[in-house]
T-cell receptor, first 116, second 109 residues
Framework: NAGVMQNPRHLVRRRGQEARLRCSPMKGHSHVYWYRQLPEEGLKFMVYLQKENIIDESGMPKERFSAEFPKEGPSILRIQQVVRGDSAAYFC??????????????FGPGTRLTVT | SQQGEEDPQALSIQEGENATMNCSYKTSINNLQWYRQNSGRGLVHLILIRSNEREKHSGRLRVTLDTSKKSSSLLITASRAADTASYFCATEGSYIPTFGRGTSLIVHP
């Protein structure tokens, strides 16, 4: 039973380019969360999705960032026109149940985005 | 803020010693979870304690929860060099679990 998979593990983009980060949740998990982590800091919640629906995107910047979790395929976090401040580690987590139910989150290894 | 805050920010101990980390939060919670993150890796779930529990054990880990003080502690007994990592608490109410900045633990062999 494979864990949460994220790819790519490392991504380098020039300012103004687009970054697409992929997350395949654990088998049977329909809840996906994206977090951003800056060096020496904790995880900042970005968006919570359940199959085909965005449930909570309160932590995601309104502009340039978008997320999806289609019926088939991985969840995608998309950052358009990247800027240096977008450089960070982006983690995806999945769970079999939604928040508020004491459900353990299973984290992927993260994608480290570097904007040059 | 719903976010838990860990204390201390950094902790350096010798192998065999005990390590204690604390987490404080501000709003009511349903449960509190502790995670570990090794350098360059994702978070790994360690233990969950519900709001109606006061103490929980898992191997060398002992977690306490005091809802009246809105605080939790994680104790790692007989630490090992392999315990070197960052430790995060995540508070969960009816909202998305939120993480603190973590405690960076270094265990010297």
């Amino acid at each position: 039973n494979a864990g949460v998979m994220q790819n790519p593990r490392h991504l380098v983009r020039r300012r103004g380019q687009e970054a697409r980060l992929r997350c395949s949740p654990m088998k049977g998990h329909s809840h996906v969360y994206w977090y951003r982590q800056l060096p020496e800091e904790g995880l900042k919640f970005m968006v919570y999705l359940q199959k085909e629906n965005i449930i909570d995107e309160s932590g995601m910047p309104k502009e340039r960032f978008s997320a999806e979790f289609p019926k088939e395929g991985p969840s995608i976090l998309r950052i358009q026109q990247v800027v240096r401040g977008d450089s960070a580690a982006y983690f995806c987590a999945s769970s079999p149940r939604g928040p508020g139910q004491g459900t353990e989150q299973y984290f992927g290894p993260g994608t480290r985005l570097t904007v040059t | 803020s719903q976010q838990g805050e860990e204390d201390p920010q950094a902790l350096s101990i010798q192998e065999g010693e005990n390590a204690t980390m604390n987490c404080s939060y501000k709003t009511s919670i349903n449960n509190l979870q502790w995670y570990r993150q090794n350098s360059g890796r994702g978070l790994v779930h360690l233990i969950l304690i519900r709001s109606n529990e006061r103490e929980k054990h898992s191997g060398r880990l002992r977690v306490t929860l005091d809802t009246s003080k809105k605080s939790s502690s994680l104790l790692i007994t007989a630490s090992r060099a392999a315990d070197t990592a960052s430790y995060f608490c995540a508070t969960e109410g009816s909202y998305i679990p939120t993480f603190g900045r973590g405690t960076s633990l270094i265990v010297h062999p």
